[in-house]
């Protein structure tokens, strides 16, 4: 296959994050079990590499790399394998004690790691709050939405009742919850539609989780095509679909801010990007009159990733970006901004 690779470590990538750095690490795992299935998600550009790190020996790999790579201006660290961190398939149980103990470190306050919902139960999870304070481990779940009917039509395949089921083990673990959401879809949806299911989305997480044990993150991950993907297969999605507006997701976050204050419920807000271990087709940008991508698309970017370094500036920056004077701006109000007034947003 074109995308096939030898690494061990798939993902390195150190990012600003509050006053320290954000670390996300991949792992070559054996491939994610819906790969194994043959029913990968439909956007899903995750790389096939080749010669996977057997199960067990992943902890040691880990150690290895992290004592060469560990600086102590990390403050958060996101551990990603191949599809699912407690998947015994890609990560032994003996391999996810050794990596947890590894990340002990004093200038660690945020460990993050990625699985599917049918991965969690409360052995897994104990065996891991042995060794750390649970109040640093987040298990993140690519939720992508509350909606069955929306996820469903993305071939995720799990429903919000298995979801859910996950979230009561954290409770009772007192671990927290990162919740990965797509916005803008690749599915039959519209734009301000998909802004306004990233809303009802947040609100019934936030029913979920207000007044009890564990913290919630909100990652909003706008999509993007990806390489290698189904969805890349097909003609709209390589030469016409066009990823969400950047003056969309400075909005969609304003709208989760004004949530968390309306709610009293101080959720963190990250913004995802498309840098990691996939390639990419096409990407959230502006867009000219005729479609094209606008010039000011690069500065917005850098407007926007100053987001997860902030979270008491986040309206600072999303107030900048909805300000920022350029002729695009007035497509974007024609084609999804004064919907999105109407609705009150
Ligand atoms: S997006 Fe995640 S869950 Fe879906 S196939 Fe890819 S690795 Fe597996
Ligand atoms: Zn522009």
Redesign the pocket.
């Known amino acids: 296959m074109k995308f096939k690779n030898k690494s061990k470590i798939t993902l390195n990538l150190k990012e600003p994050y509050e006053n320290g750095l954000r670390w996300k690490i991949g792992i070559n795992t054996v491939p994610c079990i819906s790969v194994r299935k043959g029913k990968r998600c439909v956007y899903c550009g995750f790389i096939n590499w080749e010669k996977p790190i057997e199960p067990q020996k992943v902890g040691g790999y880990f150690l290895d790399f992290f004592e060469k790579n560990y600086t102590k201006s990390i403050s958060r660290v996101e551990v990603y394998s191949s599809g699912s961190f407690f998947d015994d398939c890609e990560v032994s149980a003996n391999s996810r004690q050794e990596i947890v103990k590894t990340l002990n470190r004093d200038s660690i306050k945020e460990i993050v790691l990625e699985t599917r919902p049918e991965f969690i139960n409360s052995k897994n999870i104990k065996d891991l709050t042995k060794y750390i304070d649970p109040k640093k481990l987040f298990i993140a779940v690519g939720l992508e939405t509350m909606s069955d009917e929306i996820r469903r039509k993305t071939a995720k395949g799990f429903t919000k009742k298995r979801f859910i089921k996950a979230i009561d083990v954290l409770q009772k673990e007192g671990v927290g919850f990162q919740a990965y959401l797509l916005l803008k879809p690749p599915v039959d949806m519209s734009e301000y539609e998909s802004i306004v299911d990233l809303a009802k989305s947040v609100k019934d997480l936030v029913c979920l989780m207000k007044n009890k044990p564990s913290s919630l993150v909100v990652a909003v991950q706008p999509f993007f095509v990806a390489e290698n993907s189904f969805i890349a297969k097909i003609p709209y999605f390589r030469n016409e679909f066009k990823p969400i507006w950047l003056y969309s997701i400075a909005k969609s976050i304003e709208i989760l801010d004004k949530i968390r204050k309306e709610q009293k419920y101080d959720f963190k807000i990250i913004l995802g990007n498309y840098k990691d271990n996939v390639e990419t087709i096409s990407v959230p940008s502006?867009y000219?009159e005729s479609g094209k991508i606008?010039?000011?698309?690069n500065k917005i970017r850098n407007y926007l990733n100053d987001i997860n370094r902030h979270q008491k500036n986040v309206r600072i920056i999303t107030d900048a970006v909805l300000a920022f004077k350029?002729?695009?701006?007035k497509s974007w109000i024609k084609e999804v901004g004064s919907k999105l007034q109407v609705k009150g947003f």
């Open positions: 502006n000219d606008c010039t000011c698309s350029c002729d695009c701006k």
